[in-house]
């Protein structure tokens, strides 16, 4: 038996692309992630899941709240594993401010071995979200799962999937309310599709 893994990134909040959001509060969808949320919603309409969980972050639930509606499937359960990477002090910080930190360089050149100052490494984030993945696919054989979460935690996934180290995530993109499948079993896993957008 497999199962199915809807990986969704969340749709756009204000100023994405600006500033690293990361875990800080209150980051909630802007009037076009709002509308990205509502196409993502339909677009799963042409899918069968049994749920739907998110990251804890407030962009992660409004878009998993548009799926859920659209999709009549509920309630959306939330899971720390699916969470944004730990960036600490970084959060909230412009990329221009970024670039100027030796730190943030030196991360985004090593990531299968630096850590953020929040001490999360992409190996970390890869063992929490794959751990997840493995003990949704064992309790939802034969069915679909959709998780809702942020763009370096699936990038995290696919290159698992793909026997890519956790720092190649940059010869890709997963775009705000992209769509992204990858279906799990006891044979391993294989990636169905990548940065399938709705924008």
């Known amino acids: 038996m497999t199962t199915t893994f809807f990986l969704l990134r969340h749709a756009a ?3 994405v692309g600006s500033y690293l959001a990361g875990r800080s509060p209150n980051v909630f969808l802007g009037p076009e992630g709002r509308a990205q949320a509502l196409r993502l919603g339909e677009r799963m309409l042409r899918e069968r899941f049994a749920v739907i969980f998110s990251s804890p ?3 992660t639930q409004e878009t998993a709240q548009a799926v ?16 944004e990477i730990d960036f600490g002090p970084w959060s909230g910080k412009t990329f221009v401010e970024l670039n100027q930190d030796p730190a943030w360089r030196h991360w985004n050149e090593q990531r299968a071995v630096a850590r953020t ?3 999360e490494s992409m190996e970390q984030v890869r063992r929490r979200v794959c751990g997840c ?4 696919s064992r309790k939802y054989q034969g069915e679909g ?12 996934v696919v290159c698992h999937v793909l026997g890519l180290p ?10 705000p309310a992209s769509l992204s499948v990858v279906v799990m079993g006891d044979w391993g896993a294989k990636l169905i599709r990548l940065n399938e957008s709705v924008s």
């Open 145 to 156: 799962v959709v998780l809702v979460s942020h763009a370096d935690v699936i990038k995290s």
């Open 68 to 83: 859920s509606v659209t999709c009549a499937v509920g309630p959306i359960e939330l899971s720390d594993d699916l969470d």
């Open 13 to 15: 909040h204000d100023d």
């Open 166 to 175: 956790v720092d190649c995530g940059f010869r890709f993109d997963i775009e």
């Open 133 to 136: 993945m493995g003990n949704l």
């Open 57 to 59: 972050r407030e962009r």
């Open 117 to 119: 100052p929040g001490g």
